[in-house]
């Protein structure tokens, strides 16, 4: 039983008891408990409160320099918030305990399965059935394997799903010069050049440098190069440069040339356009300027067999402000197990789940976020990530690429997320890990030859959305299936220097849209949206974090706690919302 004098040590030092019935097996493991109490304090490790659960995770670790840090980084505020609130129901008791496994497999004393289930703790309330509440929770999850191969890794796992993948950026960069932003550029006016070449009027394309040698003034010039700059004269018309290989021109557009001026507010810089007009001196007199065919694809492309795919994205395991009861709802929903016959069997037949990048809140990635982090460590959210994930039935894949919160590079593309640091997550035999962005054939043993998803978390969406007249009209980032069919129409995802960071690579321009895709899955907005576009659904998949104060400065109002379903055999969309909206704020005011 917990003595007087106990009481009175724990509210000298200030700390809470969350339960009046905690209690000792013996005066011995008391004295333990009091010896370990005093050695916390010495560290320096901030402790506010205790429990029947915290007591006894103390009794058993030893405070090494490895455990001291783990007990720093793990936020015990929210531990005591889970705590108070998991006897109000099943799914609250659910969560509270499977991150009380998390911290006894921090701290290496998770004895078995059944090791929660006989917690004092647990009893005292009225405890659902046991199916309700257990989950696979394995240990070996969350070992670094020192001679993890990826590349095995990832064709075991696309083997076993019946997964193409099509496009995965897995080159290491070299030393970064001058001379490969040069050849990164000069690739992608390549790319543009055979684009246009075969447009009508583009036959005779000159270097712009030869335009000198030209004496006739009204001589008909056609040439192709890349915006450099856009600008406005004073009386309202357009001076657009454009630049090649050998130099560059100004390209001069009567502003009431209105198809031109629309065409113009829709360009961006460094992008590749044809411009046909009459040579003057030192400019040419726009007469018609040539764009890339649009995408084709018209036709949804569908699948014989009725199968579901499943979007979500920016999870931000780690964040305060992740919605636990939610994202619990979610699991329940794929793991078929809801009071709703008709949901079970809709879970039954998904069969890929998508998440484009943002696993977790990571540490670093804005002032101040330390403030906003559950967990201190970014290895530590992986884990947290691994434990929820976890849950998903194996038969189902889990598709991820990494954003800009997780632990890779933040240039583009960014390699897939490394082991080193998601090492539990690779051992979850449902996981394939991807770069940003890529791309993947979905179905491919189908008929049809299957359905192409186009993965990429959404780096330059916010640059667009502000920078292009037309989608700060329609929105801006409030609108993420609008930046994307800009970028689709554009035929790359950051056309524009300054758009977002990237890895020149002088070989092959990894952010090209070579084709259109089935699917556009992408995140980053924090924005849920769905379009069909030429043939393609693109979807923005909102979040799982409420907002948090940086989101709020940042005017980004979260779409939380929903799940987008695709029938890939009718192409329609299925939005299922798993969150209980706590405290609306207006993002139109």
């Known amino acids: 039983m917990l003595n007087a004098d106990i009481i009175e040590i724990l509210k000298e030092k200030k700390i809470v008891l969350l339960e009046n019935d905690i209690s000792f097996k013996s005066e011995e493991e008391k004295i333990i408990f009091l010896n370990k109490l005093e050695e916390i304090i010495k560290k320096e490790i901030k402790l506010e409160f205790l429990n029947q659960d915290l007591i006894e995770i103390i009794l058993k670790i030893d405070f090494c320099e490895e455990i001291i840090n783990k007990f720093k980084k793990i936020n015990w505020v929210d531990f005591n918030n889970l705590f108070k609130k998991k006897n109000e129901n099943d799914r609250s008791l659910k969560i509270y305990s499977n991150f009380l496994k998390f911290i006894k497999n921090e701290f290496n004393i998770l004895e078995n399965q059944q090791d929660l289930l ?5 009893l005292k309330f009225n405890k659902p059935k046991e199916e309700k509440i257990k989950t696979t929770f394995n240990k070996e999850l969350f070992k670094k394997y020192p001679n993890f191969n990826y590349e095995k890794d990832l064709k075991e796992k696309t083997e076993r799903f019946e997964l193409e993948v099509l496009f995965n950026y897995t080159k290491e960069p070299n030393k970064i010069t001058i001379n490969n932003f040069i050849l990164y550029f000069n690739r992608r006016l390549q790319y543009f050049t055979n684009l246009l070449k075969n447009r009508v009027n583009i036959d005779n394309v000159m270097r712009i440098s030869s335009l000198r040698d ?77 764009l890339p065919l649009p995408q084709n694809n018209i036709d949804l492309k569908r699948t014989d067999k009725e199968e579901y795919i499943a979007v979500i994205s920016d999870l931000h395991f780690g964040a305060k402000v992740f919605v636990d009861e939610a994202f619990q709802k979610f699991l329940d929903f794929i793991g078929g197990n809801t009071n709703s016959e008709k949901l079970n069997k809709l879970a039954q037949k998904i069969k890929h789940i998508l998440i484009p990048g943002d696993m977790i809140e990571g ?32 038969d189902k894949s889990i598709i991820i690429i990494p954003g800009n919160h997780d632990t890779t590079r933040l240039s583009e593309p960014q390699p897939h997320i490394p082991y080193d640091k998601a090492y539990a997550l690779y051992n979850l035999s449902n996981v394939i890990m991807l770069s ?12 049809n030859g299957g359905l192409e998803a186009y993965l990429y978390h959404g780096g330059s969406l916010f640059y667009y959305a502000d920078k292009i007249q037309h989608l700060r009209e329609l929105g801006g980032a409030k ?24 890895i020149p690579d002088t070989q092959n ?18 924005k849920m949206s769905l379009a069909n576009h030429k043939g393609c659904t693109i ?23 929903k799940c987008i379903l ?9 939005i299922i919302n798993f969150y209980t909206e706590k405290h609306n704020k207006d993002e139109n005011k």
Request: overall charge neutral.
């Open 214 to 290: 030209i004496n006739n003034t009204n001589t008909e010039v056609s040439i192709i190069g890349l915006i450099s700059e856009i600008n406005q004269t004073k009386n309202g018309h357009y001076m657009i440069t454009i630049e090649d290989r050998s130099g560059s021109i100004k390209c001069f557009v009567n502003k009431d040339k209105t198809d031109q001026v629309k065409q113009i507010e829709n360009f961006c810089l460094d992008e590749g356009i044809g411009v046909v007009g009459k040579i003057g001196n030192k400019i040419i007199w726009t007469d018609e300027f040539v």
């Open 509 to 526: 321009d990894p952010l090209v849209i070579k084709k259109m895709p089935d699917f556009f899955i992408t995140g980053h907005t924090h």
């Open 539 to 561: 979807i923005s998949g909102g979040c799982w974090v409420e907002m948090s104060d940086y989101q709020e400065k940042m005017g980004m109002f979260p779409d939380v706690g």
């Open 363 to 394: 540490i670093g990635i804005y002032p101040g976020q330390g403030q906003d982090a559950r967990i201190l460590s970014a290895e530590l959210q992986y884990h947290e990530a691994a434990r929820w994930l976890n849950q998903i039935p194996k």
């Open 479 to 502: 609108k993420p299936e609008e930046v994307v069919k800009y970028l689709l129409s554009k035929k790359h995802l950051a056309p524009s220097h300054g758009a977002t960071l990237y």
């Open 566 to 574: 695709v029938n890939t055999k009718t192409r329609k969309p299925k």
């Open 436 to 447: 940003n962005p890529s791309r993947v054939n979905l179905f491919p043993e189908d008929s």
């Open 118 to 122: 006989n917690s004092n703790s647990l």
